[in-house]
């Protein structure tokens, strides 16, 4: 089955502990992306990148970093996490170079706390 | 940067009602696309424009692409339970065409 698989989906952290939330995804996309969602605000661009190696910012890439070492894999680092990063976090993938732009298949999300 | 707004922010609305929501922006969309967020799910695409103009359906919703390309709407058909969650618009950024630009969304709930 096509899919995104983001880990952990929950998770209550505190103030400076570094984290990590993995993205996978099984279609052999170019295109992987990070997303937060807050109240009011829908969905802002973290990170994105284009394929392996290639890594760009998104519109809220303060606190966070980003690698694409393998085309599935595109792992979502907080290096100091702070309150203001709690959040909804979702992982996405595209094909790239098919119609203008081609459908972006989430993940199931990424809940994180930070205390 | 560009930016897309969606009213109206939230609905509450009587199942078998239809339901008109809206996205527009002051700048030009080549293309828009409509994602529905389930609750504790992820985005997934339910319709997307091409052409200003264009109407577009896929079972009960229908999408129309504005004339002026600065808007588009969506219309839900005899809303059911199912129907509840975000829904959110999104276009391709006018600077760089792979990134999506996202509305706030629409909270539709539905009463039985």
Redesign the interface.
């Given at each position: 089955e096509a899919q995104v698989t983001q880990n952990p989906r929950y998770l209550i952290t505190v103030t400076g502990k570094k984290l990590t939330v993995t993205c996978s995804q099984n279609m052999n996309h170019e295109y992987m992306s990070w997303y937060r969602q807050d109240p009011g605000l829908g969905l802002r661009q973290i990170y994105y990148s284009m394929n392996v190696e290639v890594t760009d910012k998104g519109d809220v890439p303060e606190g966070y970093k980003v690698s694409r070492k393998e085309k599935r894999n595109f792992p979502l680092i907080l290096e100091s996490p702070s309150p203001n990063q709690t959040s909804l976090y979702f992982c996405a993938s595209k094909k790239v170079g098919t119609e203008p732009t081609g459908e972006l298949f989430f993940g199931e999300g990424s809940r994180l706390t930070v205390l | 940067?560009q930016q897309l707004n969606?009213s109206p922010?939230s609905m509450f609305i009587q199942e078998g009602e239809d339901v008109s929501m809206n996205c527009t922006s002051s700048s030009i969309f080549?293309?828009w696309?409509w994602?529905k967020q389930d609750p504790?799910?992820?985005?997934?695409?339910l319709i997307?424009l091409?052409k200003a103009g264009e109407l577009t359906s896929n079972g009960r919703l229908t999408a129309q692409f504005g004339i002026t390309r600065k808007d588009s709407f969506l219309n839900i058909s005899a809303s059911i339970p199912s129907d509840v969650g975000i829904y959110?618009c999104a276009g391709?950024s006018m600077e760089y065409?792979?990134?999506?630009v996202?509305?706030?969304?629409t909270i539709l709930r539905v009463k039985s």
């Open positions: - | 940067g969606q922010q080549n293309t696309l994602y504790g799910e992820g985005p997934v695409l997307a091409y959110f391709p065409g792979n990134k999506l996202f509305g706030a969304g």
